[in-house]
């Protein structure tokens, strides 16, 4: 932490010090008005669901009492609402967890054609529709990697669920690993979907928290404007990346790259 008032006094004693100083406070300001504009974000998207819920709670007391038709409906929507807050805390607690900086390095050996196989299963549930929209590709035993197999899943069930949900109904996401990007050190998977696609001018910014292209459509479909967030930071603490390529009209790819386990 840099303190304002001895920097004033090496100021005089040493100018350049003075100036690297300088640069110090600047970033504490910048990571205040982040923290500032994190918590602003957050409350909004509390409040919105929950002054649904008022809503509703009001006019089931009032104009809609005794309307057993009315009351359906609105509880159907009460319903939507208070899972959209549970989702949106689940995914605030997530990343809070993952921001932790005591987390051990993950160190265990883990197939990512295990991790793709169990979100497919628990995505799709009874829905065959859904699991016969995701078609995979990867060969077991050709995609280990070093890592934590839970925080993977959520990295690739957040990439499929989104995949799934900026694409027409009934259209193919496709779960590749991707040979051409494989190295020693690396393996690739690539999630892509035949959806809108995503104007370049976003791609750099979609990993920051709550930030999305059309928030409304993003609400409407059941998204909090975490996920890739949660992604990144998964990703960093894999000491892995991601490389997000798109064009408008023409669907989008996500390729996540982590570090290889060595295979004897
Ligand atoms: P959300 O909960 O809104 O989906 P994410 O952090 O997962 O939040 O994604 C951020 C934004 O990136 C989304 O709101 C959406 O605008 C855009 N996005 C993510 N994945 C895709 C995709 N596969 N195709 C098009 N847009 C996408």
């Known amino acids: 932490r840099v303190n304002v008032a001895p920097m004033t006094v090496e100021a005089e004693k040493d100018a350049l010090h003075a100036i690297l100083s300088f640069e110090d406070i600047s970033h504490i300001r910048e990571a205040e008005q982040m923290r500032h504009d994190f918590v602003a974000n957050v409350s ?10 008022v809503g509703f709670i ?5 104009p809609a009492k005794g309307d ?71 060969v077991k035993g050709e995609t280990k990697v070093i890592g934590d197999k839970n925080e993977l899943g959520q990295v690739f069930q957040n990439l499929i669920e989104n995949a799934i949900k900026y694409s027409p109904d009934g259209s193919d996401v496709v779960v590749t690993a991707c040979a051409a990007e494989k190295s020693d050190e690396h393996i690739c998977v690539c999630v892509t979907d035949q959806g809108d696609g995503i104007d370049p001018v976003h791609i750099p910014r979609l990993t920051e928290r709550f930030y999305r292209i059309d928030k409304g459509r993003s609400r409407a479909i ?17 000491r892995g990346s991601l490389k997000i390529k798109s064009k408008l009209g023409e669907g989008s790819t996500f390729s996540v790259y982590l570090p290889a386990a060595q295979t004897a």
Request: no cysteine; hydrophobic share 45%.
């Open 44 to 53: 909004h998207e509390l409040r919105s669901p929950l002054t649904a819920l």
């Open 68 to 138: 057993a038709v009315a009351a359906e409906r609105f509880l159907g929507m009460m319903e939507r609402e208070s899972d959209r807050m549970a989702r949106l805390i689940d995914d605030l607690l997530s990343l809070s967890k993952l921001q932790a900086r005591e987390r051990d390095a993950p160190s265990a050996v883990v197939d990512i054609a295990d991790v793709i196989n169990d979100i497919v299963v628990s995505l799709g549930g009874s829905n065959e529709h859904l699991r016969e929209r995701i078609k995979v590709s990867i």
């Open 222 to 238: 059941g998204g909090t404007g975490l996920g890739l967030a949660i992604v990144k930071h998964i990703l960093i603490h894999h």
């Open 58 to 62: 009001e006019t089931l007391q009032g």
